[in-house]
């Protein structure tokens, strides 16, 4: 295969020009594109967005949202640099920066910005080269760099970075803690063309979708209550007047399942509510004999029980004497906030 094609450098660029660069390429001359942190969210295996946000962001008919937690994603940015700094000491590599926005040879929306370029000491027989991708995570996602893996979704980010690149090898930096012996994980995937062809046939359809205006559905998507959020950014609050949607039998299976599972938890909640009032009922007694008092214990032959009636303050804006005596103040930092909560009643005839 050919290299890519070189389409500007975007060192220095701004976030806004950056995007316009992503979207439809430096001159503006590509109808859509698609880029490394698409691929995954066409799959439906992305656990920030879904298939019909990103066909409609393509479309212009909605902007990317911002991210709930900038600060983090800034700093995921920050600690690139770290994390190939010490893939570089771990591996002996040298690591290369590129800051080039690349096409593929010859599938013009294909395109890709790599964090980094590696390459294997010269010295080193065989040595080798290709592309490094930094990532940092927490602790608590540590476990998904385990043994040598990688998250699907960076998984397919790297397949997609070595087809445009023409690259065999993707390196990965993932960086969790302040101790790189132990919190750095430096996986290596290899180019498979079999996965390469499936996944550019998925694109290619996504491609054509935008071109037939035919927008995704959310089968695909593993995280139902993303795609929920997704839809309501998608197609905002309900209007009122406007016509009953009338289903076909088609639907009638998950329907009802809703309709028995509503039911379901309505009877939970409601033996909650009943043992709640037969805890309180048991508790009166105990409160009496514990006074002040904050742990309790009873020994058994078998066990003990240990008994715990600690005091817990809870602070709370008084939004009636707030709205009362400060109403200007009130009403700049209430915010309104809008969900819909799907309900299935079954009637009979």
Known sequence: MAKPNLLCDTKGMDRERWLECRMHGPKGDIEYTIGGSDVSTIFGLNPWMTPLELWNIKKGLMKPSEPPNPD?????????????????????????????LYQHASVPYALANFDFRFAEPAGKADHKSGILECKSTTYRKSDSWADGAVPIYYDLQGRWYMAIS???????????????????????????????????????????????????????????????KALARVYGQSKAGL????????????????????????????????????????????AEVMKEHEHGILETPDDKLIITFVTKLTRR?????????????????????????????????
């Not at 299976?253 to 009943?274: D, F, G, H, S």
């Not at 209430?334 to 799907?342: H, I, N, Q, T, Y």
Request: glycine share 2%; net charge negative.
């Open 317 to 349: 804006t008084d939004s009636k004497q707030l709205r009362k005596e400060y109403p200007a103040i009130f009403d700049e930092v209430v915010k309104a906030s809008a969900s819909r909560k799907l309900k299935v009643d079954v009637q009979a005839i």
């Open 72 to 100: 983090q994603l800034e700093m995921g940015h920050l600690l690139e640099p770290i994390a190939a700094h010490f893939y570089g000491k771990r591996t002996g590599n040298t690591v290369i920066e590129d800051t080039g």
């Open 243 to 286: 016509p009953t949607v009338e289903f076909t039998r088609r639907y009638e299976r998950p329907l009802r399942r809703i309709a028995e599972l509503q039911k379901a938890n309505a009877e939970l909640r409601e033996a909650i509510k009943n043992n709640e009032k037969e805890i309180d009922a048991h508790a009166v007694r105990i």
């Open 166 to 228: 023409d690259e065999e090898i993707c390196d990965y930096a993932a960086l969790w803690g302040n101790n790189p012996e132990n919190d750095l994980a430096t996986p290596r995937i290899y180019r498979d063309m079999a996965q390469e062809e499936a996944i550019f046939e998925r694109t290619e359809e996504f491609i054509h979708s935008l071109r037939m205006n035919r927008p995704p559905t959310m089968a695909d998507v593993s995280n139902p209550e993303l795609a929920l």
